[in-house]
């Protein structure tokens, strides 16, 4: 059974950083994309950084500059390295992998970690 198990949420203070992790267990992670998807309260779950198999990243325009985006496929990790963050980046980070070609095809998600800005 593929699992997605993300860890690294906290609450930090405006300006901190944070990294998430997704630990992928039963993929070939680097055979697909693999994003970080933010969901706060009262709006739908939104895109913030994704991958591509031949480790292209995409960002949303909110957080390009101050996250990154990466992925170990020795450890099949995702990682988001998160620098400056706001209060508009709370939320409940889920990692997900899904097609490169077919927009909105998700495979599988994790349960998702809380990140708190203040």
């Known amino acids: 059974e593929v699992q997605l198990v993300e860890s690294g949420g906290d609450s930090v203070q405006a300006g901190g950083s944070l990294r998430l992790s997704c630990v992928i267990s039963k993929f070939t992670v680097n055979r697909y994309c693999s994003g970080w998807f933010r969901q706060s309260p009262g709006k739908p779950r939104g895109e913030v950084a994704t991958?591509?198999?031949?480790?292209?990243?995409n960002y949303a325009n909110s957080v390009k500059g101050r996250f990154t985006i990466s992925r170990d496929n020795a450890k099949s990790t995702l990682y988001l390295q998160m620098d400056n963050l706001k209060s508009e980046d709370s939320g409940v980070y889920y990692c997900t992998t899904m097609s490169c070609t077919v927009a909105g095809e998700y495979y599988f998600w994790g349960q998702g970690t809380q990140v708190t800005v203040s």
């Open positions: 991958i591509d198999s031949d480790g292209v990243t």
